[in-house]
């Protein structure tokens, strides 16, 4: 698998034949019946899953979620009664196949569908966040190729409410840009997914947090999702993780464009899913695990509205949330919402998402008139950055004629020359007086070898945030950029502002 998409963590089939339940032992299902494993699966307490069924009646009945990812065992027997018929399609031979796995290495999407929508009350192991969802199963991450992870995220669009991606790309503080296609195929769903009220796209925040431990035991490379162009795109749900704990496990990345977490795992504790070969797993942990925590939650949420829009998945994701954690330095209050770049705006609460769902108006589509853009408003400039971390530079785009008075995302496009990107930190303030930190000084390694790399070269790259949710748009907005780290200086060459939101 080409190394720029990668599953975010960490075989041949027990059982074929022409019934999947027959040839797999598979039986009946019954609302008394007791799912030996689901003691083990914390993680539907702590999200509120498990209050969302029994309190609210909802189990993600009605709603399909696409799975993208390497091979799905769609014959597990969890996982193959919520398994829309002809909903697959295997990119290795280009035919709508099961797409089974082929390879020792090719269980990452089974762990990742279980977490979302394992059968309930089967007698079998144990059951997902959304168990009565249906499962379509898309294998892209098999080739990789921006063809086939466009076509998968397009695939089946007036069927599929959400598509789940615990994939994006390598964590090594590296500026990895997302392709045309990709920033294509999202706003294509979003636009026109689901009769136009738009598909729901969940990706992972990374887990670079601490991808390399010196000698001493400290970070000697850390990283942060805005690096990670996937989940810098308008259209785009940035999963983060909580352990058992409700804090951020080690691996866990800050980031202005982070939404909500889901439960993952830490060193004591991981989460328990399904398996290859109709098995069951503990150790499945990471963001690749918090990311179909949320997708889940989206299931429960559009279950009990499914006239909602993605606009307001999205905005009911972070509304409901939990303010997990709070002792952590991180959380910023002096928004409109409190937020923290390692947490967004807390953790996902399945049963408050439903309740809050159940009676919530629209924001409206893409569409239809209701989202507002503002800009881009650009800047060009040649400005020299200085070797010397108490030397920022500072540029202000005033934002005067905007309607937004509540904003939902924000881009920024960034350019700057310089031998070592790694050296700068950039942050956003609002006119509120807000704060996005959408870059810091690093080391990179692109290639493993505990040696520092060059970071990437910032020509326009797109930064998103989600930080300044419900603020209004119009006033000064102010880019700061510093030079933290010592021997190189650079050119700051411009920047733009697009603003998304609501009037």
Sequence with gaps: MPARRTPRLSTALACLGMSVLAACGGGGEDSTATDPLLSSQWHLDALGAKSAWADLGVRGEGIRVAVVDDAIETVHQDLAPNLVPGAVFDYRTQTADLPLPWYFDDDHGTAVTGIILARDFNAF???????????????ALATSTDADIADALTRDLDANAIYNNSWGSPDNGMLNRAEDSFVAAVRTGIEKGRARLGSVYVFPGGNGGCYLVDENGACAYDENSNYDGYVNQFGVIAACAVDIDDKAPLYAEPGANLLVCGPSGNSRIAISTTDVQNGFRSDFSGTSASTPMVSGTAALVLSARPDLSWRDVRLILAYSARRNDPAHPGWDL?????????????????????????SWQTVGRSDDGSLVRCGPY?????????????????DTIDVADCSIGKIEFVEIGFSATHEYSGDLRIELSSPRGTTSRLADARLCDADGDGIADNCGYYSDWRFGSVRHLDETASGPWRLQVSDRLAEDAGTWTGWNLTIWGRR
């Design 125 to 139: 192991q144990g059951a997902g966040v959304a168990p009565r969802a249906g499962l379509a199963a898309y294998n």
């Design 334 to 358: 002096t928004g409109v919402r409190a937020f923290n770049p390692y947490y967004g705006f807390g953790a996902a609460d399945a049963r408050a998402a439903v309740e809050l769902a159940r």
């Design 378 to 394: 650009a800047r060009n400039y040649s400005i020299p950055i200085p070797d010397d971390a108490s030397q920022s530079r500072i």
